[in-house]
């Protein structure tokens, strides 16, 4: 079929995502379902940007239709920032690619990709409750929370996959130093994160809710009392 061009200023998924533009078509056959291409596909999200890598093709007769995305300068003090975690201030950009699978299950991410961008950056980790993140206070968690209290990276590599239930999971590799630790010497980290983003995005909204909530309830407070 023809394609036709498309623009959504935003879509809050509870990562907002703005200026979602390309092209999309149609095809339709008797007694089938239809088949959806997208092109040019380009949006705007955490201070970067995704992209479809090429056309996306989505075959609704098919039982699973896969395609990858592709990411350029992700903040990574803006996924800090919405997962929410108070104790750690770490800023750089991250590019790479996602290989999605749509199929009755519902949505995965399988060797996914990212990388920080030139010149690396830090992660700050210090926590106010000595560390509950790490579930333990052996020696090795001391040396790691002194690694991460001021670690400047060069090189950050990640291996993301994400399963249907929400959960995401990122073994994470970082090559740089720890002046806390040694001035000069190079400190590579091994790290791997998991967390569920469905119950985030649930309790992003949550908070949203409540803000506006609260926000509506001073607003009609302050009309009651003007007039």
């Known amino acids: 079929g023809q394609s036709t061009g498309f623009k959504v200023a935003v879509i809050d998924l509870g990562v907002p995502i703005t200026n979602l533009t390309g092209r999309i078509s149609l095809e339709t056959g008797e007694g089938k379902a239809p088949v959806i291409t997208l092109s040019r596909l380009k949006a705007g ?20 239709n896969r395609f990858t995305l592709a990411f350029d300068n992700i903040s990574i003090a803006e996924l800090v920032r919405l997962q929410q975690f108070e104790d750690i201030d770490a800023i ?6 996602l290989p999605i699978t749509i199929d009755p299950a519902g949505l995965s991410i399988t060797k996914g990709k990212a990388t920080a961008n030139t010149p690396g950056g830090y992660i700050r980790y210090r926590p106010k409750d000595g560390g509950e993140l790490f579930g333990s206070s052996s020696m090795e968690t001391e040396m790691l929370l002194k690694a991460l209290d001021d670690y400047q990276y060069k090189e950050l590599d990640a291996e ?15 090559k740089g130093r720890s002046p806390g630790l040694h001035a000069t010497r190079p400190l590579h980290l091994n790290l791997n994160l998991d967390q569920n983003i469905l119950s985030l995005i649930e309790s992003l909204r949550a908070v949203d809710g409540l803000n506006d909530r609260i926000d509506r309830a001073v607003k009609q ?5 003007n007039r």
């Open 92 to 97: 750089g950009n991250l590019s790479g690619t």
């Open 160 to 174: 993301v996959a994400y399963k249907p239930d929400g959960q995401l999971m990122m073994q994470l590799q970082l």
């Open 221 to 225: 407070h302050f009309k009651a009392h």
């Open 45 to 64: 999200m955490l201070e970067g940007t995704v992209r479809g890598n090429n056309r996306i093709r989505i075959d609704l007769n098919r039982r699973s």
